[in-house]
């Protein structure tokens, strides 16, 4: 049952060396991060204190090591990794929406960005 709560980061820009093109790999680009993070606020709401809900700064700092530190050639395999690492790292999460974009892809043709979405839960 999806909760009625969530966190969000929007448009973390963090600089990988994601694709399958060998420049890519050599020479990085920009990617820009969302996550929507299902979880029950209203206990940390009420109390006022952060042992009752997940800390974003801790998350983007996950998300970031991730981007910057891992390397994939798709974008789906990104967006796997980041959903797997919060979901792992973060108890109070239950589901989340992770949207991975690549505003410079090696596409002839003016576009704002490529990139993929998904939402994955907890088993």
Do not use: W
Request: aromatic content about 12%.
């Amino acid at each position: 049952m999806k909760k009625c709560d969530y966190i969000f980061i929007e448009d973390m820009t963090f600089y990988g060396y994601h694709g399958v093109i060998d420049f890519e790999a050599e020479y990085g680009q920009p990617f820009v991060i969302s996550v929507k993070m299902e979880t029950a606020t209203k206990q940390a709401g009420e109390s006022d204190n952060l042992t009752y809900s997940t800390h974003y700064g801790e998350v983007f700092e996950t998300i970031k090591t991730v981007v910057e530190q891992e390397r994939f050639q798709l974008l789906e395999a990104l967006a796997e990794r980041i959903a797997s690492c919060v979901l792992g790292t973060y108890p109070l999460i239950d589901a989340l929406s992770v949207i991975v974009k690549k505003p410079h892809a090696p596409i002839r043709g003016n576009f704002k960005t490529v990139g993929v979405e998904i939402y994955r839960e907890r088993m």
